[in-house]
Every structure is written in structure tokens, then in C-alpha cells.
């Protein structure tokens, strides 16, 4: 077995929404692990200032850019070909959520979340294939990781309607992407995180204890928890998960 089976050394890595919260943790982790990672995000001032922190561990490059339209989602695609051949792994993560009663959910609190959340992840798969498959033909499996929700798996009692369906609809659209991409050697995946301290989740930010309570580990996740996940699905370690979601909770989904 080699020892190299999570190493990420010579992959070009791209993480969308990597200024902050989850991207952030995985922009790093892959950094650590060897990659070079291009992150990108809605503002440009955010982006460059994640990107200067985390080359204290490896090769990064800030690529800011509104991928919520298609346009947008081309436009990432372009700037990234101009600069690379090949893109190793692509994390689809940039999101949004809304939160408001039935009775009054707005249509651009629709329209917003499932933009962002389900169209723009097929978009910008779709814009970057030439550089998915180019990576693909030097030797190695291609990644596609779409970062979806236990929300999509299971219901939270917050009212936050296009997001719990938008996650949902992710974890369905990474299957059907994977098994038309699997025969290119490009795999397609999910993580569904649980409780992860962030500006989107400000419950597990802000009362991180009284969270961990309803949670089966008795502990938010970690920066760690989520990089370590990310790596194993990007690397050689993951090359046979086609279609999957990772639930990375600890244990929320099944205690639900």
C-alpha cells in the first residue's frame, strides 16, 4: 500500500466560497497535504486576505468571482484556465441559506439560495470539464466534491425551505453527475457536514456548547473533522467513492 494514499503533492486544487467556514478548513487542509489551491469568492477584499494568511502552508492563489450566475461560474472557469492546463479537484462549496416563516419565504430567498447552492455547482463542473478531464488523462482520477448538508438528508426544524431543498437536490445531481463522468475517470462526491462553526452556521459558532449537547460525539466539528474528509475524497484514497455522500455530523443524522 503506498504511503502517499492521502497526499495531494503535485494536484491543483480550486475551492469555491474559500474565503471562510468550511472552504477555508478544506483550502487549508489541501494546502497541508501538498496541493496547490486556487480559492475563490463573492468579495474580493475576503478572498485575498484568507489567500495571504494560508500561504503560510503552501501555494495559493486568491481567484475572486460571483459564481451564482452562470456567467460568473464561466467567468471562474476561464480565469482558471488562463493559468492552469489541468484542474486536479474541484470543491463546489460557495453557498447560501435563508431562514424565514412559510407563510411569508420570499421568492428571491428562493431564487438566491437555489442559484448558488444547485445551479451554479452543475455550471461550473460543466465549464471546467476540459481542465477535469485533462487531469484526468495524466494518470490519476479527477475530483468533483460537492459540499451538500445533513439538511438535505434529514429535516432541521428551522424553516430554511430552499436550502434544505437545494441541499437535497445536490446530494441527487452529485449521483447523476457521477455516473456520467465515473467512465472519465472523473469522480463525483458530497459531504453533508453537521454542526461546523461558521458566518452560515452561527448556532454552532456562537453556542458551540449548548449545540454539542444534541450532538451523539458531544462536540462540534473541527477544522480538522473537515479537512480530513475533503483530503480522503480528493485523494488517491477516495478514488473508488463515485456518487457518494460523506455524513460528516457526528452522529446528528442518525440520532434525528
Not at 110 to 136: E, G, I
Not at 234 to 252: E, F, K, M, Q
Amino acid at each position: 500500500m503506498s504511503l502517499d494514499l492521502f497526499s495531494l503533492k503535485g494536484r491543483v486544487a480550486l475551492v469555491t466560497g474559500g474565503s471562510r467556514g468550511i472552504g477555508k478548513m478544506i483550502a487549508r487542509g489541501f494546502l497541508q497535504s501538498g496541493a496547490k489551491v486556487y480559492i475563490s469568492s463573492r468579495k474580493q477584499a475576503a478572498c485575498d486576505a484568507t489567500a495571504a494568511e494560508l500561504s503560510a502552508f503552501g501555494e495559493i492563489v486568491s481567484l475572486p468571482m460571483d459564481v451564482s450566475t452562470v456567467e460568473g461560474a464561466k467567468a471562474l472557469a476561464a480565469a482558471l484556465a488562463a493559468r492552469e492546463p489541468r484542474l486536479d479537484i474541484l470543491v463546489n462549496n460557495a453557498g447560501a441559506a435563508w431562514l424565514e416563516p412559510i407563510d411569508v419565504f420570499p421568492e428571491k430567498g428562493w431564487d438566491k439560495v437555489m442559484d448558488l447552492n444547485l445551479k451554479s455547482p452543475f455550471f461550473l463542473t460543466q465549464a471546467l470539464l476540459p481542465q477535469l478531464r485533462a487531469a484526468a488523462a495524466g494518470g490519476h482520477v479527477a475530483k468533483v466534491i460537492n459540499i451538500a448538508s445533513i439538511d438535505g438528508i434529514s429535516v432541521n426544524p428551522q424553516e430554511t425551505y430552499s436550502y434544505a431543498a437545494s441541499k437535497a437536490g445536490l446530494i441527487q445531481l452529485t449521483r447523476r453527475m457521477a455516473t456520467q463522468l465515473a467512465p472519465e475517470q472523473i469522480a463525483v462526491s458530497a459531504i453533508a457536514p453537521g454542526a461546523f462553526a461558521s458566518e452560515m452556521n452561527t448556532t454552532a459558532r456562537d453556542q458551540a456548547e449548548a449545540t454539542a449537547k444534541r450532538i451523539p460525539l458531544r462536540r462540534i466539528g473541527t477544522d480538522e473533522d473537515m479537512a480530513g474528509a475533503a483530503i480522503y475524497l480528493a485523494s488517491r484514497a477516495g478514488d473508488y467513492v463515485v456518487g457518494s455522500t460523506l455524513i460528516v455530523d457526528g452522529g446528528v443524522t442518525h440520532a434525528r
